[in-house]
């Protein structure tokens, strides 16, 4: 198992599109793939697990990822938040 955080920098927090991307990309991977948002922790290929975080602008997030994939998959989670403007 992996991990690794990275600050939401968008204007409005993670809202349905960005979860939506977040989700689909999580979902190509085989790891599981955890993000956990102020003690909450979900798994992100759950698009309602996400969206249950309501997670606002400037908020700090942490993925983790356990599996054959992990490294991959953690690092495709962070540049894909990172991607949000």
């Known amino acids: 198992m992996i991990q690794q955080s990275v600050k939401l920098q968008t ?3 993670l809202y349905p ?11 190509r991977f085989h790891s ?6 102020n003690g909450r922790r979900v798994n992100v290929k ?12 400037d908020a700090e997030l942490t993925f983790e990822a356990s599996g ?6 953690l690092y495709q989670m962070i540049r894909t938040v990172e991607s949000f403007q």
Not at 46 to 57: D, E, F, H, N, Q
């Open 11 to 13: 204007k409005v927090g």
């Open 17 to 27: 599109p960005y979860i939506s991307q977040l989700v689909q990309e999580a979902s």
């Open 32 to 37: 599981d793939i955890f993000m956990t948002h």
């Open 46 to 57: 759950s698009i309602m697990g996400v969206l249950s975080l309501a997670v606002s602008k």
């Open 68 to 73: 054959d994939d992990e490294e991959e998959a």
